[in-house]
């Protein structure tokens, strides 16, 4: 890293410290030429991949469009914007892990599907309604009910681990 002060193109780290939760690492350094101190932030930084639209073409990912598009979704819903921004947060993070260059679009639909599945019913059902392009009244209550049964099976599994839990606890 160069010296900020004197533009001498290295410096030493005289100290590191990688907090306990969070990625940032901070670091101080010194300049072995001027001698002056300064600290470093150091961050992970993994790019998100370009969007393959259906006809082909490449977009850059825009969060904004994404959020807002789940927004629409969540129109009058009892979510509020901070879990609307770590579902957000969460979609970006499988796209980075995916470690690809690219993603279709098509893809990214199924990971807001899948964000708003374990928000908000109503609004899954209003995104999967566009996105399934589903027009006509009995696609539309199968997926309503499709919706409701995946529903009740999930809250039923998430009961499972709780008495599977307290199965163990009792055998101790
Ligand atoms: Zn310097």
Redesign the pocket.
Known sequence: MR??????PT?CVVDSRAPDTGAIIRRRRQ??????RFTTFERVYLALPYIVKKGGGRVEYDREKLRSSMLIALRKRPVSPDRLDEAVDRIEQKMMLSGEREIRSSRVGELVLEALRDLDTIAYIRFASVYFNINDPEAFAEMIERAARDRADRRKAAEGDVFSVKDDEAVE
Do not use: E, L
């Open positions: 010296c900020p002060f004197c533009q001498n410096t300049c072995p030429a001027c001698g002056k």
